[in-house]
C-alpha cells in the first residue's frame, strides 16, 4: 500500500468517524427533546388519557356466591354491550335460517303456510316465548333462541316476526 492510498483511507475513516459521531449526536438530541415535548403534550391530552383509559378498563366481571365484596350492579350493567336492534330479515338469515329453511326438526318452514297457520293463531307473544326459552310440541323442539344465546329478546322478537308475516 503506498503512502498516498495509507493517506486517504486515514482520512476516509475520520471523516467517516465524524459523520458517525454527528448522527448520533443529533439522534440523543432529538431523543431528548421529544421526551420533553411527548410528555408535555401528548400524555397530558384528555383523548390520550381517555383512550389510555378505555383500554385499560376491565372487560367483564365476575362474581362468585358467597363474595365478601360483590361488585356492584351498576358496574356490571356498565359492562353490558348493548346492540342497536336488528331487523327481522338479518337476524332470520343469520341464525334462524339453518332450521326453518329446510324444516330441521320439525321445524316450519319459512312461507309455508299451512305449517304457520296454527303457530300463528296461539298469538305473537307465545311465539316469541316459546322461541326465546324453546319450546317442545308434539311437531319437533326449538331450542332456546335456536340455539344462539348470544341474540337479545329484541332480535329473537323481530326474526319471529319477520317469520310470522312470511308465513301468512
Given at each position: ?5 495509507k ?5 476516509f ?21 421529544s ?14 388519557k ?26 356490571v ?45 296461539k ?6 316465548e316459546?322461541?326465546?326459552k ?12 335456536g ?18 308475516e312470511?308465513?301468512q
Open positions: 500500500m503506498s503512502d498516498h492510498d493517506k486517504f483511507f486515514d482520512n475513516l475520520l471523516i467517516i468517524g465524524v459523520m458517525v459521531f454527528v448522527t448520533l449526536m443529533l439522534f440523543l438530541l432529538a431523543q431528548s427533546m421526551e420533553d415535548t411527548q410528555e408535555q403534550w401528548t400524555k397530558q391530552d384528555p383523548a390520550f381517555a383512550a389510555t383509559e378505555a383500554r385499560l378498563k376491565p372487560a367483564g366481571y365476575a362474581v362468585k356466591t358467597g363474595d365478601a365484596e360483590p361488585v356492584a350492579a351498576a358496574a350493567a356498565a359492562v353490558e354491550v348493548e346492540q342497536a336492534p336488528r331487523s327481522g330479515a338479518d337476524v332470520f338469515n343469520e341464525a334462524c335460517a339453518a332450521c326453518h329453511v329446510a324444516g330441521v326438526a320439525g321445524a316450519p318452514r319459512l312461507g309455508d303456510t299451512a305449517a304457520w297457520t296454527d303457530r300463528i293463531a298469538g305473537r307473544d307465545t311465539l316469541v316459546h322461541a326465546i324453546g319450546f317442545a310440541g308434539s311437531a319437533g323442539y326449538m331450542p332456546a333462541k340455539g344462539r344465546m348470544d341474540l337479545s329478546d329484541a332480535d329473537t322478537a323481530a326474526a319471529v316476526e319477520y317469520m310470522m312470511k308465513g
